[in-house]
T-cell receptor, first 115, second 113 residues
Framework: GAGVSQSPRYKVAKRGQDVALRCDPI?????LFWYQQALGQGPEFLTY????????KSGLPSDRFFAERPEGSVSTLKIQRTQQEDSAVYLC?????????????FGPGTRLTVL | AQSVTQPDIHITVSEGASLELRCNYS??????LFWYVQSPGQGLQLLLK??????LVQGIKGFEAEFKRSQSSFNLRKPSVHWSDAAEYFC???????????FGAGTRLFVKA
């Protein structure tokens, strides 16, 4: 079956622009995660959805970052007024269970470059 | 606070040699522990996981890891490395009572012929 897909794979934005990053999780997966991975670093947690409910958004770095999953499947991570420090790879992951710490299936990521 | 430390930024091993990647964690309770591998242009792939029970866990691609509570470690091992194992390896701990997975900074593995 299909894995987690993300689009676009690459995005170049001018500073101040808004961007939207899409994640299509594995069908039927309850949990969806967003991570930010800076160059040379491990992924850092941004936010977590259980179906359509955003249960943890403690990792979002500022109020310019917003995520949604309105129907409990596809999710969008939106970044408003992008800044250079937002340049990173944004990873989406899904898992079929609700339990904490369950292994996750990752998408290939969206590489965002802010000029 | 939870944390994961991977002391080695990069490691080089010869093809056919054994491998051990180190991981230390800081967590108050029995953690959920994971090793993921990331190849260039690829998403992270789960190698193995530990939740409870036998402290030696087997994973895919011939990898294994051993949970040592006394040392707060979860080192990844492989008896004979293949050139295709060259990648970045991440150790991670799952947060009980929450939803976060905390990743280490990664260890990049280089394999020489």
């Amino acid at each position: 079956g299909a894995g987690v897909s993300q689009s676009p794979r690459y995005k170049v934005a001018k500073r101040g622009q808004d961007v939207a990053l899409r994640c299509d999780p594995i069908s039927g997966h309850v949990s969806l995660f967003w991570y930010q991975q800076a160059l040379g670093q491990g992924p850092e947690f941004l936010t977590y959805f259980q179906n359509e409910a955003q249960l943890d958004k403690s990792g979002l770095p500022s109020d310019r970052f917003f995520a949604e999953r309105p129907e409990g499947s596809v999710s969008t991570l939106k970044i408003q007024r992008t800044q250079q420090e937002d340049s990173a790879v944004y990873l989406c992951a899904s898992s079929q269970q609700e339990q904490v710490g369950v292994a996750q299936y990752f998408g290939p990521g969206t590489r965002l470059t802010v000029l | 606070a939870q944390s994961v430390t991977q002391p080695d930024i990069h490691i080089t091993v010869s093809e056919g040699a054994s491998l051990e990647l180190r991981c230390n964690y800081s967590y108050g309770a029995t953690p959920y522990l994971f090793w993921y591998v990331q190849s260039p242009g690829q998403g992270l792939q789960l190698l193995l996981k530990y939740f409870s029970g036998d402290t030696l866990v087997q994973g895919i691609k011939g990898f294994e890891a051993e949970f040592k509570r006394s040392q707060s470690s979860f080192n990844l091992r492989k008896p004979s490395v293949h050139w295709s194992d060259a990648a970045e390896y991440f150790c991670a701990v799952g947060q009980t009572g929450g939803f976060k997975t905390i990743f280490g900074a990664g260890t990049r593995l280089f394999v020489k012929a």
